[in-house]
T-cell receptor, first 112, second 116 residues
């Protein structure tokens, strides 16, 4: 079992739709969870972090965390073609040394 | 504020040759990470430094990879000898806090290695 799992996609949605990206993790003691966006040929950039159960909203982005189910998701409302990228789920493991464990990423395509 | 600087951006070498990558983190960031990202995969941590000490190098292939962080500032990652499977982007990142609940990783542009 991978430590952080994501569906590699591609996930294709029409412009203006809601994109839903999912992630599961294996370390039940993990405390912090992150979503990074990576455009092709570029480095990852942080878009959201969450460490409490429930929802956290930031503009068009909503992160959802369910620690009991070991599940993290990212919703992107009113998807735009500029949102087309790979979205990496990252988890800070229970050892809390500061490192992040990344999933393989989900490629999102937003079609005009 | 200057970001994480990496060089070279691109490197092509033959297998069994050696290569070195350099990273200068954001000023004041105590923690420095080297990640390897193979095409189509997420970044994988190779080594983590806190100042000039190693925090985690459990996934560093120590028979061929080495890294150092002199004076707790910039860092060098070396591969010798390189294998075909080392073809990847090597990402350097830095963070302000070791306690990651509060911190954020800032990534450099990466060094893309192609081993022929």
């Amino acid at each position: 079992q991978k430590e952080v799992e994501q569906n590699s996609g591609p996930l294709s949605v029409p412009e203006g739709a809601i994109a839903s990206l999912n992630c599961t993790y294996s370390d039940r003691g993990s405390q912090s969870f992150f979503w990074y966006r990576q455009y092709s040929g570029k480095s990852p950039e942080l878009i959201m972090f969450i460490y409490s159960n429930g929802d956290k909203e930031d503009g068009r982005f909503t992160a959802q965390l369910n620690k009991a189910s070991q599940y993290v998701s990212l919703l992107i409302r009113d998807s735009q073609p500029s949102d087309s990228a790979t979205y990496l789920c990252a988890v800070s493991p229970s050892s809390n040394t500061g490192k992040l464990i990344f999933g393989q990423g989900t490629t999102l395509q937003v079609k005009p | 504020e200057a970001g994480v600087a990496q060089s070279p951006r691109y490197k092509i070498i033959e297998k069994r040759q050696s290569v070195a990558f350099w990273c200068n983190p954001i000023s004041g960031h105590a923690t420095l990470y080297w990640y390897q990202q193979i095409l189509g995969q997420g970044p994988k941590l190779l080594i983590q430094f806190q100042n000039n000490g190693v925090v985690d190098d459990s996934q560093l292939p120590k028979d061929r990879f080495s890294a150092e962080r002199l004076k707790g500032v910039d860092s060098t990652l070396k591969i010798q000898p390189a294998k075909l499977e080392d073809s990847a982007v090597y990402l350097c990142a830095s963070s302000l806090d070791r306690d990651y609940v509060l911190g954020e990783l800032f990534f450099g542009e990466g060094s893309r290695l192609t081993v022929l």
